[in-house]
């Protein structure tokens, strides 16, 4: 069974501190993602990335930066944590099928980020 | 833009009946639809997949139908059960892309 795991599932940091949050797979997979879901709005992509040192912005970039350096782990970083960043923060994984193809995304349980 | 339209409201149902959530999109013309399962507090989790060329694809009592006219899949569970309680998200993207857009979800809850 794939694996997807999140450094932290609940995280409480100030107005402008620096926040790191870890991901890790073991599957292999290409592909690593990173959303947020909020009540109401769905998943919405923050990055993505699609192999080592590669990376792509997703719908709401903004205040966020990503590092893949091996391709099992993903890193989101919140530069200046900030009220609104408050958040359930998911990370995701999956293969590249021949020619492209999509295949299905599996995910880490969550990481539940408060920022006071 | 790209919108995805769940229904907001909780769907409550009887055991044993079957449960019908409804995905519809707009301003888009997706190559694949997927549902997923998330329970409180946990991450989504993969059910089925059906490409823009499949009318209807079935997985124990699970049924999805996509239908690319009217814009909308429908996913059904048969014989619904208290377990099967939970959110269901749909989620839209393109062969070739890495971008899926997800739903808000529909809440589901089976009464016994």
């Known amino acids: 069974d794939v694996k997807v795991t999140q450094s932290s599932r609940y995280l409480v940091k100030r107005t402008g501190e620096k926040v790191f949050l870890e991901c890790v797979q073991d599957?292999?997979?290409?592909?690593m993602f990173w959303y947020r879901q909020d009540p109401g709005l769905g998943l919405r992509l923050i990055y993505f990335?699609?192999?080592?040192?590669?990376?792509e912005k997703g719908d709401i970039p903004e205040g966020y930066s990503v590092s893949r350096e091996k391709k099992e782990r993903f890193s989101l970083i919140l530069e200046s944590a900030s009220t609104n960043q408050t958040s359930m923060y998911l990370c995701?994984?999956?293969?590249?099928?021949?020619?492209?193809?999509?295949?299905?995304?599996?995910f880490g349980p969550g990481t539940r980020l408060t920022v006071t | 833009s790209q919108k995805i339209e769940q229904n907001s409201e909780a769907l409550n149902i009887q055991e044993g009946k079957t449960a019908t959530l409804t995905c519809n999109y707009t301003?888009?013309?997706?190559?694949?639809l997927q549902w997923y399962r998330q329970d409180p507090g946990r991450g989504p989790v993969f059910l089925l997949l059906?490409?823009?060329?499949?009318k209807e694809k079935r997985k124990e009592r699970l049924k999805v139908t996509f239908d690319t006219t009217l814009k909308q899949s429908l996913f059904h569970i048969t014989a619904s059960q208290p377990a099967d309680s939970a959110t269901y998200l749909c989620?839209?993207?393109?062969?070739?892309?890495?971008?899926?857009?997800f739903g808000a979800g529909t809440r589901l809850f089976v009464k016994a």
């Open positions: 995701a994984s999956s293969i590249t099928g021949q020619g492209r193809a999509i295949h299905e995304q599996y």
């Open positions: 599957m292999d997979h290409e592909n």
């Open positions: 990335s699609y192999d080592v040192k590669m990376k």
């Open positions: 301003n888009y013309s997706p190559a694949y």
């Open positions: 059906i490409r823009e060329n499949e």
């Open positions: 989620a839209l993207g393109n062969t070739g892309g890495f971008k899926t857009i």
